[in-house]
């Protein structure tokens, strides 16, 4: 039994087990930093039926655990799994997990999400039971599992095994908040104390997210510029209220990126690696990107744009959509690749049909293209409305992609925008398919310039967001808390 504190991560997704965004990439990375950092960490997480393993074996650890809900109450399996020394708990259930997708389809969420997850909620935190010691911390992520801070402040209150645990909620999307009929409360088991507007009451609906919100002893999210954004009527998703009432417990944190995995000198997925100081291998890249979907091979002497990302209005698809026409006029290949909205999907089909050869989309994911796309492209596109903090500019950086970004959230944090002194990319108002054509029409005109364009690629090459910054940070909040953490 360890004398350490243990920090116990609740997550609906964690890399390389499962994934649909960049959630996973967090859970895939802060928790094995925190551990090598001398924090004793663990994850729990969904046994989803379509589960990667990752290379990584998963055992059964218990085949009936005792879960207080629904009513009769039902049993969890838990499976484990030891990821970059980081033991993950999987919760499982087939009726609730053993599905195709881990959320919804193309018809729309499944409608008993607020059911599975609150039985996982639940269930994670019957887990800790069975574990050598409570978790001084349990550290929440999203909505899919911010019910178990909620509980977890009704709780200490009647069980003296929860009497000391300390809560952290982190907000990765505001956008999505776990909002249900106000008859699902009645069944979730929180008291009648938790249904007002201070609580998991919602404009008359039982919203999780704003349960956790409500009662977590610190809320945390993904960047400092999203932290101050979410407290406005603009971007807070109707929780302004209650984040401007939780400011001083409110911290913004920008996520890191994980170079093992995204790092041109070391790419597993490149035909050919590379570094700021020999660009060969990007050339490389960039004639293999090409052939991969089948462009003009006239492009290779043109700027090639690329976006990687949902097909959704959140990720300004559409504003690129709009501009696409503007962009083959002038001569430049762009790459698309991503999935969501069928009405998007369509219209960038309907686009490539009339622009062979210079643009060219692929419906869906792979993590090999995304890094084919990284590396091969020269400008990176990320037209978002909102972004939390957003990994994919963090990763262009790094593979000398300059990124022309909305300037918003996470994108503010990252992203030096020229003019600047230091410059590492370009930004433009959110939401304006002009000031967006305008910010990639000044890029293309430096693109012309060797001499100043190098210079932005190599500053942006050595811009550096590891998640040893962004652990420093998590534990300064647990500090806050009043746990103690090792020396970092």
């Not at 808390?481 to 090792?486: K, R």
């Amino acid at each position: 039994m360890s004398d350490r504190p243990l920090v116990l991560h609740v997550t609906s997704e964690i890399y390389p087990f499962s994934k649909t965004g960049g959630l996973a990439d967090v859970l895939g990375a802060l928790p094995p930093t925190l551990a090598r950092k001398g924090v004793d960490v663990a994850v729990v997480t969904p046994f989803y039926g379509r589960l990667a393993t990752g290379g990584y074996p998963i055992h059964l650890l218990h085949s009936d655990v005792p879960v207080g809900f629904p009513w009769p109450p039902i049993t969890a399996e838990v499976y484990s799994a030891e990821y970059q020394g980081v033991p993950v708990y999987f919760i499982g259930r087939g009726e609730y997990f053993d599905r195709r997708f881990y959320y919804n389809t193309h018809k729309g969420d499944y409608f008993d999400n607020c059911e599975r997850f609150v039985f996982f909620c639940r269930a994670a935190l019957e887990w800790c039971k069975y574990l050598d010691r409570p978790p001084a911390i349990v550290h929440a992520h999203d909505w899919q599992a911010a019910m178990t801070v909620a509980y977890l402040h009704f709780w200490r209150q009647m069980d003296p095994f929860w009497k000391d645990v300390k809560t952290v909620l982190t907000i990765h999307n505001l956008a999505f908040q776990g909002r249900y009929s106000s008859r699902l409360f009645w069944e979730s088991g929180l008291p009648t104390d938790a249904w007002n507007m201070d609580g998991a009451e919602f404009w008359g609906d039982f919203n999780m997210l704003k349960a956790g919100i409500a009662y977590a002893d610190s809320v945390t999210t993904v960047s400092p510029s999203y932290a101050l954004e979410i407290q406005t009527p603009e971007f807070g998703c109707g929780l302004d209220g209650i984040l401007r009432h939780r400011s001083e417990r409110l911290t913004g944190i920008i996520n890191g990126a994980d170079y093992d995995v995204w790092d041109p000198s070391s790419d597993k997925f490149l035909p050919h690696v590379y570094d700021s100081a020999n660009m060969k291998g990007k050339r490389i890249c960039k004639e293999h990107l090409l052939r991969e979907y089948c462009m003009d091979p006239v492009v290779a002497q043109r700027p090639l744009l690329g976006f990687i990302g949902r097909l959704r209005r959140q990720k300004g698809i559409d504003l690129l959509i709009e501009i696409l026409p503007a962009l083959m006029k002038i001569g430049v290949g762009v790459v698309v690749l991503g999935e969501g909205n069928l009405e998007f999907e369509a219209q960038l089909m309907e686009l490539m049909e009339r622009y062979p050869g210079r643009l060219a989309a692929r419906i869906g994911y792979t993590e090999e293209l995304a890094h084919y796309i990284q590396a091969g492209t020269d400008i990176f596109l990320m037209p978002s409305r909102y972004e939390p903090c957003g990994l994919t500019q963090m990763y262009s950086l790094r593979f000398g992609t300059v990124p022309v970004a909305s300037s918003v959230g996470g994108l503010r944090d990252t992203i030096v925008p020229h003019p600047r002194f230091g410059s590492t990319g370009f930004t433009f108002t959110a939401g304006d398919p002009s000031s967006f054509l305008r910010s990639i029409m000044e890029a293309l005109a430096i693109w012309e310039k060797p001499g100043v364009w190098n210079r932005i690629r190599s500053r942006a090459m050595q811009a550096s967001f590891s998640w040893e910054d962004s652990a420093r940070g998590y534990m300064d909040v647990y500090r806050e808390l009043g746990v103690s953490m090792p020396d970092a």
